[in-house]
């Protein structure tokens, strides 16, 4: 079993809709949460970055972490096609280590 | 732009090769960690340096190996190289003691 599981999709979803994309983990060490967006094998892309339960918002994105359930989550509100691409979570115990990623989920938005 | 610099963006080699990818961190950055992106594998994380010094490993091969130089740019070797090896090879870096790892653009490595 994979330290961090996510679906893998395609999740396709029309323009203007609420998006949501999850991860689990089974390492309670994790302590930092991050989302990642990539584009066509491009570098990954820092969107989000969350340390405790609870949620962070940064404009159309909120991230979500539930830490005694092991579950996080990232809303994106009023997709647009721009948001195609691969959205992968991954965690970190603390500063100064690897990131553990989950396998990614790849999302199309249809104008 | 991220600030993490990667060359060359492709390579394109045969079995048996090496080859040599070079990372730029972003100004002020100590730590440089290596991942290895693969259609099957997800991205996988290989080696971290900090200021110089080797701080962890993940799943390298003995066939790669890595140093980062004085300036902080560091290096990726990948020798012996076989069909397997071909994938992406991302460069990230942080500092400041935060968490955040920021990627560079990546090196496609294509073993033909």
């Known amino acids: 079993q994979k330290e961090v599981e996510q679906d893998p999709g395609p999740l396709s979803v029309p323009e203007g809709a609420i998006v949501s994309l999850n991860c689990t983990y089974s390492?309670?060490?994790?302590?930092?949460f991050m989302w990642y967006r990539q584009y066509s094998r491009k570098g990954p892309e820092l969107l989000m970055y969350?340390?405790?339960?609870g949620n962070k918002e940064d404009g159309r994105f909120t991230a979500q972490v539930d830490k005694s359930s092991k579950y996080i989550s990232l809303f994106i509100r009023d997709s647009q096609p721009s948001d195609s691409a691969t959205y992968l979570c991954a965690m970190i115990y603390g500063a100064g280590n690897m990131l553990t990623f989950g396998g990614g989920t790849r999302l199309m938005v249809k104008p | 732009d991220s600030g993490v610099t990667q060359t060359p963006k492709h390579l394109i080699t045969a079995t048996g090769q090496r080859v040599t990818l070079r990372c730029s961190p972003r100004s002020g950055d100590l730590s440089v960690y290596w991942y290895q992106q693969s259609l099957d594998q997800g991205l996988q994380f290989l080696i971290q340096?900090?200021?110089?010094?080797?701080?962890a490993k993940g799943n390298i091969l003995e066939r790669f190996s890595a140093q980062q130089f004085p300036d902080l740019h560091s290096e990726l070797n990948l020798s012996s190289l076989e069909l397997g090896d071909s994938a992406l090879y991302f460069c990230?870096?942080?500092?400041?003691?935060?968490?955040?790892?920021?990627f560079g653009p990546g090196t496609r490595l294509t073993v033909t």
């Open positions: 340096y900090y200021n110089g010094e080797e701080r």
């Open positions: 990230a870096s942080s500092g400041g003691g935060r968490s955040e790892q920021y």
């Open positions: 390492n309670s060490a994790f302590q930092y």
């Open positions: 969350t340390y405790s339960s």
